[in-house]
Structure formats: structure tokens, C-alpha cells
């Protein structure tokens, strides 16, 4: 097993992203544990089963990905993105996963039978069969890893303190990672947690166990019994809402159009890979297919043009045609997604890639920015082009009378099967039909550098491409 250079970090990738990843995290430093078979192949790396500083692994949505470990490695880790990759888009979790607070109970919800406990940076849920005395209004809860980024984490209170080779659990008794199939190494471990388990606590054997030593086991749990003893004396004399016990930080990434071109490239330099790597991959399963099948072509020496043109053949049916019916889905820089509902494409330039789409309203509303009434028959007429950071909305009344044009700004416009996708820079411009022009919500993106979500280069971009439309219009 390789050793771990002091003071160095690890990572372990998985998903779509990960060769790209991986280069990444070499080149800075990182070492890279639990590497898949590809993987060990493309750079040259031993098989090593250490438990991982830090994790990175696919969204479900295949956008970008999720990355959870200690907090300096996740800013390391986002700093390393931010520098590399022009519109990455970075969301931290207000809390850490594992992570033990003092809470408040702040309401009780008779409709999901849960209380909603404030723990300082956030407001959790907890099912009310655990809180035993709602009187007290003080509780110590520890946020569970299930739905790691949610607004509203999931708490319990059935504390444990994870290690690296053990996690102390609330249950009295001893366990082994099912991932450790040696009878004779399972007989050990169980043995050596029968020997030091402590009181009031529980331990579980995880997988990096197996190859240590008993002096080193013994080591962490005492560590992990000390913190524990720890959590719980702050928790004696500290007022809610308080942090007792820092968890592992979670960071959401979006790869927008750049970012994915960007990686690319990073993959490029370890194996052969078509333009449009990422994109495709994030189509899903068959066009997925395709890509890996014309990337072997590439391996084998096949002419580059040649593997090209017989993708694109492939995968074109899964591209809209003119008449069909294809989502808008639009990401704020938050993560919220929204569906801007069903629109019909009037027009499709194959060679340009630009898109008319159109959609008929059915509700009454106000047309954000414009404060325009929307009525029922209310029509939208949308120009768009892939790669384009910005898109045109034209609006009509049911017997065809201009009502205002809205211009969005945003990533780099991607097309996929179900319809275009892109993230809102919050930056827009509203054309009255007087003729009247104004720029709104700039200060949002501006403050999307405060948070963290985006960097002052992206702002930057939109800023210049804001001044371009607008030059045009006034």
C-alpha cells in the first residue's frame, strides 16, 4: 500500500468528471485513494483501500459534482476549481454532515410529525418520536448524512463520532464494514472492539481498518471516545444555538458549458477525448454509450474526423426537431431549478445552432421585470443559441400586440434532449414597447461573489457582455 506522505491530503472521484479530477488533484498535490480500475490504469497508480480525506463524486443530474470532506479541503478544493474553470459555480452546505449542535426548537409540523430545531447556521427537522421532552426547548442533534444539501438538514438524536478506521455509535455493540469479506480479519476486528469499546458507546469497524494495526485502532478510539467525552460537556455548559462537533463540509458543484470544455482538455492530456466530452456524458445512458465507443476508435489510432462524423450520425435523432415539444430549465446560482414549461420549436438552425421556441401562457401573472400584466393566451417567443450568454423573450397578448421584451443573461446556453439548460446570472435587461431600456439586478450577481458562489472573473464576463447587448439596444 502506498504511503501517506505527511501532511498530504487524499481524495477518492468517481463519476464522469473523474479522470479530469484526477489530473487535477495530481497535479496539486493530492493523493488519490480507492482509484477504479480505469483510473489505476490512466496515471499509474497503486490500489490503496485508505479512507478518504476528501470524496468527489457525481450529481445525480450529472452537472457537476458533490465533494464532502474537512473544511480547509473543500476551500482547497474550490479554489483549485475557481482558478482552473471560468463560469464554476461553488455551493456550500451551511452546516456539516455529521456535524453535532445545540438547537433550539424553534415549531413543531403536526403535518410531516417533525419539529424544526434552529442550530445557528440553519434550521433542521427531526421526527418528534425523537425529541423526548419538547418542553426543555434545548436539544443536541447531529445532522445525518441523507440529503447532504438540503436547505432544511435532516437531524437525529443518536449521536456518533466517525474516524477514520471507526465510528462510535449509539448502539452498545461492535460491528465490521461489510466490505471486509476476510473471515479471519472480521474475527479480529471484532475481537480487539470487544477489548476496547467504550462505555456509553458502540463501534463500527470501517473498511480502512482491516489493514491496520492494533495499536493504531486502539488509538483512534481513544481519540474518538476523548471527543465524544468532549461533545458532551459542551453540550452541558454551552447555550443553543451552538456547534459542538464539526462534521465534514459539502460542497455542490456546477460545471456550466466552460467548465465542462475546460475539463476536457484536463482529460485530453491523460487519454484520447472528443470535444464535448462532459456535455455528451451528461446526456445519460445511450449517448454516454456512443461517446465510450467512439473514444475506443480514438485509442485505436482511427482518424479523429472520421469517429466525429460517425458520433454526431449517431446521436443525432436525439437532438429536437422543428414541431417538437422541449423543456427550459432554469438554474439560479443557488441550485434552485425551474421550469419554465413546455415550448414548441418554430425553428432550428443545425449550423448555427439557434432555436425559436414559443409557449402560450394558460394563468394571469406579472411578467418579472417588465410588470407587465401576463394574461391567459399571452404569447412567449424565445430566440436562443448554444453557447450564448443571454437569451431573448418577446412577448405577445393573445391577438398579437407587443407587451416588452425580457433579455436573460447566464452561462453558456447547453441543448440536451429534454431542452436548453443554463444557469441565471440574475443580471437582465427589460425593453419596453416605448422603447424604454433598463438593466436590472446587477447587484445580485455582485453579491454572488460575497457567498462565494461565482468569481470576480464570471462577473466580469457577464458584465461585458451585458455592456454588448445593451450598446445594441440603446
Same mark, same amino acid.
Request: hydrophobic residues 35%; proline residues 4%.
Given at each position: ?51 478518504? #480525506?476528501?470524496? /468527489?463524486? %457525481?450529481?445525480?443530474? @450529472? =452537472?457537476? $459534482?458533490?465533494?464532502?470532506? &474537512? ?56 421526527? #418528534?418520536?425523537? /425529541?423526548? %421532552?419538547?418542553?426543555? @426547548? =434545548?436539544? $443536541?442533534?447531529?445532522?445525518? &448524512? ?329
Amino acid at each position: 500500500m502506498k504511503e501517506r506522505g505527511f501532511g498530504l491530503a487524499n481524495a477518492r472521484i468517481r463519476g464522469i468528471y473523474s479522470t479530469a479530477l484526477t489530473k487535477l488533484f495530481l497535479d496539486h498535490g493530492f493523493d488519490i485513494v480507492q482509484p477504479s480500475i480505469t483510473t489505476r490504469e490512466r496515471f499509474g497508480l497503486k490500489d490503496c483501500d485508505e479512507s478518504p #480525506d476528501l470524496d /468527489v463524486y %457525481d450529481r445525480r443530474d @450529472r =452537472q457537476g $459534482v458533490q465533494a464532502f470532506g &474537512r473544511a480547509e479541503l473543500i476551500n482547497t478544493f474550490c479554489s483549485i476549481l475557481q482558478s482552473c474553470l471560468d463560469d464554476v459555480i461553488v455551493r456550500r452546505w451551511a452546516v456539516t454532515a455529521d456535524g453535532i449542535y445545540k438547537g433550539l426548537i424553534k415549531d413543531v409540523d403536526p403535518t410531516t410529525q417533525s419539529f424544526l430545531v434552529d442550530v445557528g447556521s440553519a434550521v433542521g427537522r427531526i421526527v #418528534d418520536e425523537e /425529541v423526548l %421532552d419538547p418542553e426543555l @426547548r =434545548q436539544i $443536541v442533534v447531529q445532522v445525518e &448524512r441523507r440529503r447532504v444539501g438540503a436547505k432544511e438538514p435532516v437531524l437525529t438524536t443518536k449521536l456518533k463520532i466517525p474516524g477514520r478506521y471507526a465510528i462510535l455509535t449509539p448502539e452498545r455493540q461492535v460491528k465490521v464494514s461489510l466490505k471486509i469479506r476476510d473471515s479471519k480479519v472480521r474475527s479480529r476486528l471484532l475481537k480487539l472492539g470487544e477489548e476496547l469499546i467504550p462505555p456509553d458507546w458502540g463501534v463500527l469497524w470501517r473498511t480502512a481498518a482491516a489493514d491496520q494495526s492494533a495499536d493504531v485502532l486502539r488509538e483512534e478510539i481513544t481519540r474518538l471516545t476523548r471527543e465524544g467525552r468532549d461533545v458532551r460537556e459542551r453540550a452541558e455548559s454551552m447555550e443553543a444555538p451552538a456547534t459542538l462537533w464539526e462534521g465534514g463540509s459539502h460542497m455542490n458543484v456546477e460545471f456550466p458549458s466552460l467548465s465542462k470544455k475546460k475539463l476536457d482538455e484536463f482529460r485530453r492530456c491523460v487519454t484520447p477525448t472528443m470535444d464535448g466530452h462532459h456535455y455528451y456524458k451528461a446526456f445519460g445512458r445511450r449517448v454516454s454509450s456512443a461517446l465510450d465507443m467512439a473514444e475506443k476508435l480514438l485509442e485505436k489510432g482511427c482518424s479523429l474526423k472520421e469517429v466525429e462524423d460517425r458520433f454526431r450520425q449517431t446521436i443525432e435523432a436525439e437532438f429536437p426537431i422543428v414541431g417538437s415539444v422541449i423543456g427550459m430549465e432554469h438554474v439560479k446560482l443557488d441550485g434552485k431549478v425551474f421550469h419554465l414549461g413546455e415550448a414548441l420549436v418554430e425553428a432550428f438552425d443545425r449550423n448555427q445552432l439557434s432555436l425559436r421556441l414559443s409557449r402560450v401562457f394558460e394563468r394571469e401573472g406579472v411578467y418579472d421585470g417588465l410588470g407587465t400584466p401576463k394574461e391567459p393566451g399571452d404569447r412567449a417567443v424565445t430566440e436562443a443559441k448554444v453557447g450564448d450568454w443571454h437569451f431573448k423573450t418577446q412577448y405577445f397578448s393573445r391577438d398579437g400586440r407587443y407587451k416588452g421584451t425580457y433579455i436573460n443573461f447566464n452561462t453558456p446556453i447547453e441543448l440536451y434532449p429534454r431542452g436548453i439548460r443554463y444557469v441565471d446570472l440574475e443580471v437582465d435587461v427589460c425593453v419596453w414597447p416605448n422603447g424604454t431600456v433598463r438593466r436590472l439586478d446587477e447587484e445580485k450577481l455582485k453579491n454572488a461573489v460575497g457567498e462565494g458562489l461565482v468569481t470576480e472573473k464570471l462577473v466580469r464576463i457577464a458584465k461585458e457582455k451585458l455592456r454588448e447587448v445593451t450598446t445594441t439596444l440603446c
